[in-house]
């Protein structure tokens, strides 16, 4: 007869032991993803990995429909408490994420070329009929930068 080891730990079991719990959020103990979600090996420490909040939303309610995010009511990335989590297709997270000020937009956006200042003198000379091109040469940019600020899919938020 060969040796037995010892039982494996179901991931419940290794799960819930890594939660702090409390009067508010339930805060995972264990390792860290990037932007502070929590993290847990699913089969071992040579195994799958999955972020916390997903593997509570499982426990506690099955499977996570396909295409499908487990977002925070509550903001907060390590937390894994089954009632701060929903779920939420792609656009319900973004939405989330905007309601919740955490999107860069603007001057805080890695990639913007242009000031909100700028922004809003090439809406006055759009307002003023000039053409697309000839605006997008003035400030050094794409014609379609230029027609992403008159159709309001960027900088939508400056007045």
Known sequence: MGKTGPARRSLGERFWEKVSKGDGCWIWTGCLA?????????????????LAHRVA??????PIPSGMFV?????NPP????DHLFLGDCMANL?????????SRGITHGNHVLSPQQ???IRERLSSGHAHH??????????????????RSTWAWLA
């Open 71 to 75: 977002c925070h009511r509550c903001d």
């Open 119 to 121: 922004v809003l003198v």
């Open 134 to 151: 000839v605006i997008a040469l003035e400030f050094g940019v794409a014609r379609s930068t230029i027609s992403q600020i008159a159709n």
């Open 79 to 82: 937390c894994v408490r089954p």
């Open 34 to 50: 990037k932007k502070g979600y929590g993290k847990i090996f699913l089969g071992g420490t040579n195994g799958p990995v999955a």
């Open 95 to 103: 939405s989330d994420m905007r309601a919740k000020g955490r999107g």
């Open 57 to 62: 939303w499982t426990l506690e309610n099955g």
